[in-house]
């Protein structure tokens, strides 16, 4: 199929911003949507599946009319993103399904999904699986992220304990992750104890600033409304009104996640994320994440999600990326089956 477009007004500045240098952004339209688009001035040409060259011109003109100034990188890949997936979503629709990506537990989302407020800005899910993760932390007291580097795993959850902040359901947040190095042995950092577990706990602190502006991070940790700190300091504590967010939860052991767990009080909501395939304990320790995935299931109260490489909200590369090592990790995995070889994780 051919579409022929030209857009009206013809603004020389928007139409700079929407193609990109030396029209890159026309380019990553193509290879994400499978068309061919070509232009002379404010006239477009898009060559492809009906379908898809539909998909692609309504993203090039939503993409036009907001394009007053320079798309930024990130705005781009989640609005190439989106038109993916309903491109997806409309071919699926025209022939039988194979293996459902959306998390089995999850309910079918709604047609008005969860929007989170914050300082910045307010936040929705992007994907089938984030929509259901977000309705499963509003729901349930534990709440369970599984799933692959890029999903929104960790974002949402800070951005669901944020608008639990603002909102005065809860009086506190409390940010966590076990302090183990990634294949890495960092010694003795210098400083007090704050600056030794900084760097373990930075990216719960990028995540604030985006949601929260540095000012009010500061104020916040000032009134005690925020905390973060490892996990061996949950030991002893009861958390009552809270919102508790454990990250990189693949790397505790099955003690360190009962004792976390075990932690929650009354009035507080608990997020557990991880990603079981990027697990950094000794070889032969059970990761406490696949322990209490297994375990926890059946328990009511308690939710999981699980992401796949089509929730990835990253630069593409991401999601090619992962899919690669899920591949490699497959394959392996059926080889070593017939010889009775553990996956890495488990006891062995």
């Not at 914050?118 to 932390?137: E, F, K």
Request: glycine fraction near 8%; include cysteine; aromatic fraction near 6%.
């Amino acid at each position: 199929m051919i579409l022929r477009h030209v857009f009206t007004p013809a603004d020389n500045k928007r139409l700079s911003h929407l193609c990109g240098g030396l029209d890159d952004h026309l380019r990553q339209v193509e290879a994400a949507l499978d068309v061919r688009i070509t232009r002379r001035g404010e006239a477009f040409r898009i060559e492809g599946h009906k379908a898809a060259a539909e998909q692609a011109l309504q993203l090039l003109q939503s993409l036009y009319d907001n394009a007053r100034k320079p798309i930024a990188p990130e705005h781009l890949q989640l609005a190439i993103l989106e038109a993916a997936q309903q491109l997806a979503e409309a071919l699926g629709a025209r022939k039988p399904r194979k293996a459902a990506a959306v998390d089995e537990t999850a309910a079918v989302p709604d047609s008005q999904g969860v929007v989170l407020r914050t300082r910045r800005a307010d936040l929705a899910g992007r994907t089938p699986n984030q929509h259901s993760y977000l309705r499963h932390i509003l729901n349930h007291d534990i709440t369970f992220g599984l799933g692959p580097a890029g999903t929104g795993k960790t974002f949402l959850a800070v951005a669901c304990a944020v608008d639990a902040l603002e909102r005065s359901q809860v009086q506190r947040i409390i940010l966590t992750r076990p302090a183990v190095e990634a294949g890495e042995r960092l010694g003795f950092l210098p400083g007090d104890l704050t600056q030794k577990v900084d760097p373990y706990l930075r990216p719960l602190y990028d995540a604030l600033y985006d949601l929260m502006g540095f000012d009010r991070v500061s104020k916040a940790f000032e009134k005690g409304q925020l905390e973060i700190a490892p996990l061996a300091f949950m030991r002893g504590r009861t958390l009552n009104h809270a919102f508790v967010i454990l990250d990189e939860a693949q790397n505790t052991t099955p003690e360190q996640m009962k004792m976390f767990l075990t932690r929650i009080g009354f009035g507080s909501k608990c997020v557990v994320t991880g990603d079981t395939s990027q697990i950094d304990l000794p070889k032969g320790t059970l990761s406490g994440l696949m322990d209490a995935e297994r375990v926890l299931k059946k328990v009511r109260g308690i939710a999981m999600t699980h992401f796949t490489s089509a929730d990835v909200v990253r630069h593409p590369l991401v999601a090619r990326i992962v899919e690669a090592y899920e591949a490699r990790t497959k394959a392996e995995q059926k080889k070593q089956a017939p010889a009775g070889g553990a996956p890495h994780g488990a006891r062995a």
